[in-house]
């Protein structure tokens, strides 16, 4: 991610801090700004996604190599991790596409994307039937933690932590991810 996407994203994030995304106007918002192809409020969500998976990878270079549901577990909750760092601003986004459901179908492809990341670090294969079978697994489980990530106000992330761990071993009884 190059220098200039990283510091749209992270203006875009301060803004959300005390803003709402539906005031940004995208004219004035992007002035000054070198990024290319920011065409609207969807490309400014896409690149905070692209910033915080670019932030993940940083942040899991030197994970332990384990087993998968446990490498999966650890990913999952870095991600939260790095989500809370900006959470005011990360549930403002949440709460602008829950009255706009269906600017969330423009997200999809980046978001999908964003959960083969995870499976790949986690050395899950994504390719073939099971591995797109498994990625739709990760993206439920990604998405049913988030609402309990956007309601746990803890700093420890204690309730997130646990759901995560319940939804993972409900999945572990219906599939293998070895």
């Known amino acids: 991610m190059n220098q200039n996407k990283i510091t749209l994203a992270k203006k875009t994030l301060q803004y959300l801090e005390k803003k709402k995304l539906r005031d940004i106007n995208l004219k004035n918002f992007l002035s000054n700004t ?5 065409n609207n409020k969807i490309d400014l969500i896409l690149n905070i996604n692209d910033y915080f998976d670019f932030q993940l990878r940083k942040n899991l270079v030197n994970i332990e190599k384990s ?5 999966l577990f650890e990913i999952m909750m870095a991600r939260y991790d790095i989500l809370n760092e900006y959470r005011t601003s990360v549930k403002n986004i949440i709460n602008y596409f829950m009255s ?7 997200l999809i492809p980046k978001l999908i994307e964003s ?3 995870i ?8 390719s073939g039937i099971q591995g797109v079978i498994k990625i739709k697994i990760i993206f439920a489980l990604y ?9 746990d106000e803890n700093e420890t992330l204690e309730k997130t932590m646990s759901a995560l761990d319940k939804y993972l071993n409900n999945i572990e009884k219906v599939i293998k991810f070895s």
């Open 100 to 106: 706009r459901p269906h600017g969330v179908l423009k």
């Open 115 to 117: 959960k083969i990341l």
């Open 119 to 126: 499976a790949t670090i986690a050395n899950i294969n994504p």
């Open 67 to 71: 087993s998968q549901r446990d490498m």
């Open 143 to 151: 998405y049913l933690t988030l609402f309990t990530w956007f309601n």
């Open 34 to 38: 070198k990024v290319p192809n920011m």
